[in-house]
């Protein structure tokens, strides 16, 4: 189940060739357009490319971009039983104005504002709903500080996932960052855990990155703390250990999507009872494949265990 703030990706492809007569900005011209889920819904699409079978929970609007969101989702075989929707809201969508494989422009469509009352009882309702009666072998928190995700959802949610013995994962945002006490995974990038401390951290040096993985863990009493760290690789903390991986050499072509991925592959390898490292591993790996690609895109599954196999032999 993963729970958290959707979103639509939403690309418009093309070239530059000039610069506006009107302005000093580059003229677009535009040869294609695509919509594609995002945030929380990006990383139930990867869950679903991997082999999972995720159950979106989230709020989006009343709005035009209903149907679009609506749409993505019956296009990639999604349940909609999560999904409540809200006349006080927006649905998310961020647009992105590409050309020759470079961003010109993202323009946000959101509303951050946390859910009102109404929406934010539905919700939960969902959620506890589903958990009551369908199978659920994990439970990630995807949070963009969109307003879905509240401190009583959170605190409500964690607690009945406690009481099935479903562990849950979190990628989370400065907003809520010590919401999500008692979780079984907690993993921040490197500037969500400086901001989150508010302490400056520094990724080359093992003490101060250890130091601070140590004051979160104990901050939010989690089993696990995994913090990427861009191109210095990952780090992960557990009761009986701490270790640093590099990444590794990649020719990075867009680096959007890759925590939605590095959660996900996170998130099943803890439900199949993978060990501390091996998660570390293999999700780090996960990131740094789809950031070979434009675009936040899921992870290829056949590709994933190739450079996995390859990684074992090496």
């Known amino acids: 189940m993963v729970v958290g703030d959707v979103m639509i990706d939403a690309y418009y492809w093309g ?8 302005a000093p900005v580059p003229v677009a011209h535009i040869s294609g357009r695509e919509n594609r889920l995002g945030g929380a819904a990006n990383v139930a699409l990867n869950l679903k490319t991997l082999g999972a079978d995720p159950i979106i929970c989230s709020v ?12 993505l989702l019956n296009k990639g075989d999604f349940s909609e039983e999560g999904i409540v929707a809200s006349s006080s809201r927006v649905t998310t969508t961020k647009t992105r104005i590409i050309a020759d494989g470079q961003h010109l422009l993202r323009v946000d469509e959101e509303d951050h504002s946390p859910l009102a009352k109404s929406d934010e009882n539905a ?28 401190p009583r959802l959170i605190e409500e949610v964690i607690a009945a996932a406690k009481k099935r013995n479903i562990p849950t994962c979190v990628d989370p945002k400065k907003d809520h960052f010590f919401d999500y006490q008692g979780v079984d995974l907690f993993k921040p990038n490197l500037k969500e855990l400086r901001e989150g401390l508010k302490i400056e951290v520094n990724p080359e040096n093992q003490e101060s990155l250890q130091s601070a993985v140590n004051r979160l863990s104990e901050a939010l009493n989690c089993k696990c703390s995994m913090v990427t760290l861009s191109e210095y690789g990952v780090c992960i903390q557990w009761k009986d250990g701490f270790e640093i991986l590099p990444a590794h050499p990649r020719e990075i072509a867009d680096v959007s999507g890759a925590g939605d991925t590095v959660i996900s592959v996170s998130s099943l390898l803890l439900a199949a009872g993978a060990d ?14 789809v950031c070979e690609r434009v675009g936040v895109v899921p992870i290829n599954k056949e590709k994933l265990l190739l450079e996995a ?4 032999q090496g």
């Open 15 to 22: 070239k530059v060739n000039r610069i506006s007569p009107e």
């Open 60 to 71: 989006i609007g009343k709005d035009e971009k209903e149907g679009v969101f609506r749409a």
């Open 123 to 150: 919700l939960i309702d969902r959620c506890l709903e589903i958990m009551g009666t369908q199978k659920i072998a994990a439970i990630v928190f995807e949070d963009y500080d969109k307003g879905v995700l509240t």
């Open 276 to 289: 501390p490292v091996s998660i570390a591993s293999i999700s780090n790996l996960a990131g740094g494949l």
């Open 309 to 312: 196999e390859k990684l074992c």
